[in-house]
């Protein structure tokens, strides 16, 4: 349930539900924490205590005071300078009669002069109404507190070790300490050290406040995350994710998108190439609808003839009209076949272009290359036809370009393939590789009828019709895929004809240079 949960919810369910674990586990850590600051800041203070009380047990020793009221009044009074710092400290006999208590002592507060005004003031003659010194007021209900806690402690089968007590009376807090005096090992009484501890409620207060501000500001940091998280972050993902989801499911209600073009952050470049991936992907399928289009009816006509032709030639005994008639069916099949492997070569060219990584390429060598196969091909064939290359002002260092190296062959190959199916016999064809300021030119010049359109930027059409005699040897797409390739290669190419009254076509190819 939970795995399922992580997995479908939205990230700001699994960022709060996340705050919200966290939140509870340190929680449980701050409770425990608050609840053992007390206990421990007590237990300090009694340590402190034991050393007074330590100490205390170590001056009865060794002046060998006697668990006498007398004896004890006149201990505190001479060791006074140990308890300065508390604010009460009492002893007791072992049948838990209080024998002395610096409560009912006037101790000066040099503590080498004996004060001349020693009163001693009886606990049960106490009134509570009494309005004199602040430590006197709660003597009666310290005591009755002491008492019992030396009961408590007494009783115990093994009195020895510390009794710490703290408790909250008359809006003071108390920490106690009881231990047991010994002398030559043997218990004698017990001694009981108390102080006003309110600085302790403080610190805890003080920490309490300091960690609750702490969480508080934590959590509207996070609430003002969440917020910032949804609306500049989450809201726009679900926007471009119900516009995949138009899309994928052909809704002409496409979510807006469009305010998140301007944006400069992720969110921002992320819209941009959604919409240009989805425009890409629109203007694919209306190419591929056109050209499905336009292929059928480029197919469709030398059907028609073929079919013509054959339905004749089972109707005709003439030997001539026989042969003519089989020229024009072999004739269609080849203009067939020559636009299914046309048409198939551009979708491959197309998915490499898209599978392929460009790479530095030396365009100059690519050149060389196709030119002087097909001058071994054309001398093989029997053709007097012959290609001439001329490198002008080239710079080795400026010849590269970014691309495939086989598609840039392809290029050269499909021009000087078109340039030698309308070059005449005894023709020839010029080469020129170049340096320009924008890149590197390729020019193809040949010897044909050049091109009789007032707008020759159309024979780069698919099925460019206007074509010479040889017409079946082109299926219209050679010029159009060798554009294709150009473009995506970041270049152009423009066809003219020959200028001087020179007879002839003159193509162009412009690269840019690799950066």
Not at 189 to 213: H, Q
């Given at each position: 349930?939970?795995?399922?949960?992580?997995?479908?919810?939205?990230?700001?369910?699994?960022?709060?539900?996340?705050?919200?674990?966290?939140?509870?586990?340190?929680?449980?850590?701050?409770?425990?924490?608050?609840?053992?600051?007390?206990?421990?800041?007590?237990?300090?203070?009694?340590?402190?205590?034991?050393?007074?009380?330590?100490?205390?047990?170590?001056?009865?020793?060794?002046?060998?005071?006697?668990?006498?009221?007398?004896?004890?009044?006149?201990?505190?009074?001479?060791?006074?300078?140990?308890?300065?710092?508390?604010?009460?400290?009492?002893?007791?006999?072992?049948?838990?009669?209080?024998?002395?208590?610096?409560?009912?002592?006037?101790?000066?507060?040099?503590?080498?002069?004996?004060?001349?005004?020693?009163?001693?003031?009886?606990?049960?003659?106490?009134?509570?109404?009494?309005?004199?010194?602040?430590?006197?007021?709660?003597?009666?209900?310290?005591?009755?507190?002491?008492?019992?806690?030396?009961?408590?402690?007494?009783?115990?089968?093994?009195?020895?070790?510390?009794?710490?007590?703290?408790?909250?009376?008359?809006?003071?807090?108390?920490?106690?300490?009881?231990?047991?005096?010994?002398?030559?090992?043997k218990i004698k009484g017990y001694i009981v050290v108390s102080e006003i501890a309110n600085d302790i409620l403080i610190a805890v207060e003080e920490r309490k406040n300091f960690i609750l501000r702490s969480v508080f500001s934590v959590a509207i940091v996070i609430f003002i995350f969440s917020v910032f998280l949804n609306k500049y972050i989450l809201k726009p993902i679900r926007s471009l994710v119900l516009y995949t989801k138009a899309i994928k499911e052909k809704d002409v209600k496409i979510g807006k998108h469009e305010k998140y073009f301007l944006r400069k952050d992720e969110v921002g470049q992320l819209s941009r190439s959604l919409n240009e991936m989805t425009e890409d992907l629109y203007k694919r399928i209306s190419v591929a609808e056109t050209f499905s289009s336009d292929l059928a009816h480029e197919i469709r006509n030398p059907l028609t003839s073929l079919k013509g032709a054959s339905e004749v030639l089972e109707?005709?005994?003439?030997?001539?009209?026989?042969?003519?008639?089989?020229?024009?069916?072999?004739?269609?099949?080849?203009?067939?076949?020559?636009?299914?492997?046309?048409?198939?070569?551009?979708?491959?060219?197309?998915?490499?272009?898209?599978?392929?990584?460009?790479?530095?390429?030396?365009?100059?060598?690519?050149?060389?290359?196709?030119?002087?196969?097909?001058?071994?091909?054309?001398?093989?064939?029997?053709?007097?036809?012959?290609?001439?290359?001329?490198?002008?002002?080239?710079?080795?260092?400026?010849?590269?370009?970014?691309?495939?190296?086989?598609?840039?062959?392809?290029?050269?190959?499909?021009?000087?393939?078109?340039?030698?199916?309308?070059?005449?016999?005894?023709?020839?064809?010029?080469?020129?590789?170049?340096?320009?300021?924008?890149?590197?030119?390729?020019?193809?010049?040949?010897?044909?009828?050049?091109?009789?359109?007032?707008?020759?930027?159309?024979?780069?059409?698919?099925?460019?019709?206007?074509?010479?005699?040889?017409?079946?040897?082109?299926?219209?797409?050679?010029?159009?895929?060798?554009?294709?390739?150009?473009?995506?290669?970041?270049?152009?190419?423009?066809?003219?004809?020959?200028?001087?009254?020179?007879?002839?076509?003159?193509?162009?190819?412009?690269?840019?240079?690799?950066?």
């Amino acid at each position: 349930m939970q795995s399922n949960f992580f997995s479908s919810s939205s990230i700001l369910k699994k960022f709060l539900v996340f705050n919200l674990i966290v939140f509870l586990v340190l929680g449980a850590f701050t409770f425990l924490y608050l609840k053992a600051i007390k206990p421990n800041l007590v237990k300090n203070r009694s340590e402190h205590h034991l050393n007074i009380i330590n100490n205390t047990s170590e001056h009865i020793n060794r002046l060998n005071v006697e668990f006498t009221k007398e004896s004890t009044t006149k201990f505190l009074l001479s060791t006074r300078f140990l308890f300065q710092n508390l604010d009460r400290v009492q002893l007791y006999d072992l049948n838990l009669n209080l024998l002395a208590d610096t409560d009912t002592l006037d101790l000066a507060e040099n503590a080498f002069v004996k004060s001349e005004n020693i009163q001693e003031t009886a606990i049960d003659k106490i009134d509570e109404s009494t309005t004199g010194d602040e430590n006197l007021k709660y003597t009666k209900e310290t005591e009755f507190i002491s008492n019992k806690y030396v009961k408590k402690y007494s009783e115990k089968e093994n009195a020895d070790g510390k009794l710490i007590i703290s408790e909250t009376i008359n809006n003071n807090f108390y920490v106690s300490t009881i231990d047991a005096v010994k002398i030559q090992n043997k218990i004698k009484g017990y001694i009981v050290v108390s102080e006003i501890a309110n600085d302790i409620l403080i610190a805890v207060e003080e920490r309490k406040n300091f960690i609750l501000r702490s969480v508080f500001s934590v959590a509207i940091v996070i609430f003002i995350f969440s917020v910032f998280l949804n609306k500049y972050i989450l809201k726009p993902i679900r926007s471009l994710v119900l516009y995949t989801k138009a899309i994928k499911e052909k809704d002409v209600k496409i979510g807006k998108h469009e305010k998140y073009f301007l944006r400069k952050d992720e969110v921002g470049q992320l819209s941009r190439s959604l919409n240009e991936m989805t425009e890409d992907l629109y203007k694919r399928i209306s190419v591929a609808e056109t050209f499905s289009s336009d292929l059928a009816h480029e197919i469709r006509n030398p059907l028609t003839s073929l079919k013509g032709a054959s339905e004749v030639l089972e109707n005709t005994s003439d030997d001539n009209k026989r042969k003519k008639l089989i020229k024009v069916i072999s004739h269609d099949v080849e203009r067939i076949e020559r636009l299914i492997t046309d048409y198939s070569q551009m979708l491959k060219d197309e998915a490499t272009l898209s599978r392929e990584k460009m790479k530095k390429i030396d365009f100059s060598n690519v050149i060389n290359s196709v030119v002087e196969d097909f001058n071994s091909d054309l001398i093989n064939s029997n053709k007097n036809i012959k290609i001439n290359i001329n490198h002008s002002n080239l710079n080795g260092s400026r010849s590269y370009v970014l691309g495939v190296e086989s598609k840039l062959e392809q290029i050269v190959a499909n021009l000087l393939d078109n340039a030698v199916s309308f070059s005449p016999e005894n023709g020839k064809i010029t080469v020129i590789c170049a340096e320009k300021k924008r890149g590197i030119q390729l020019v193809i010049e040949d010897q044909g009828p050049g091109f009789n359109e007032k707008n020759i930027d159309k024979i780069f059409d698919r099925f460019y019709s206007n074509r010479p005699e040889n017409f079946g040897e082109h299926s219209g797409l050679g010029l159009n895929i060798v554009k294709n390739i150009i473009e995506l290669h970041g270049g152009s190419i423009t066809a003219s004809n020959l200028k001087s009254n020179k007879k002839g076509a003159r193509i162009e190819v412009l690269l840019p240079f690799y950066k």
